[in-house]
């Protein structure tokens, strides 16, 4: 099992930025280097969609199209911690925000994410 624990959600006004934090424990050597460390978000009554992730090998990183540009996704592997750089936010980007880990690629739909985290709140005012 891994676990993940979120950390630096909050509330800002639009323009503002957050940066979150994902720190993974447990049965992390079971994440293959094929494998990502991603962000998810979702608001209520809205599907759960990926915001960005990041292989853990390559480090070759994948941004929603609405978060392009202004998010920016970087991992620390020694310390198995993912980050979320959060900034220009608008009051659409308000939503609970979710960890997750793929221990295999592919990494790009939610389903190809075996653990997840409880999520941090991302309010955005306008």
């Known amino acids: 099992q891994v676990q993940l624990v979120e950390s630096g959600g909050g509330s800002v006004q639009a323009g503002g930025s957050l940066r979150l934090s994902c720190a993974a424990s447990g049965n992390t050597y079971a994440i293959d280097s094929s494998g990502c460390m991603g962000w998810f978000r979702q608001a209520p009554g809205k599907e759960r969609e990926l915001v960005a992730t990041?292989?853990?090998?390559?480090?070759?990183?994948y941004y929603g199209n609405s978060v392009k540009g202004r998010f920016t996704i970087s991992r620390d592997n020694a310390k198995n911690t993912v980050y979320l750089q959060l900034n220009s936010l608008k009051p659409e980007d308000t939503a609970m925000y979710y960890c997750?880990?793929?221990?295999?690629?592919?990494?790009?739909?939610?389903?190809?994410?075996?653990?997840w985290g409880q999520g941090t709140q991302v309010t955005v005012s306008s």
């Open positions: 990041i292989t853990i090998g390559g480090g070759s990183a």
């Open positions: 997750a880990v793929a221990t295999l690629g592919p990494c790009l739909v939610r389903y190809d994410y075996n653990y």
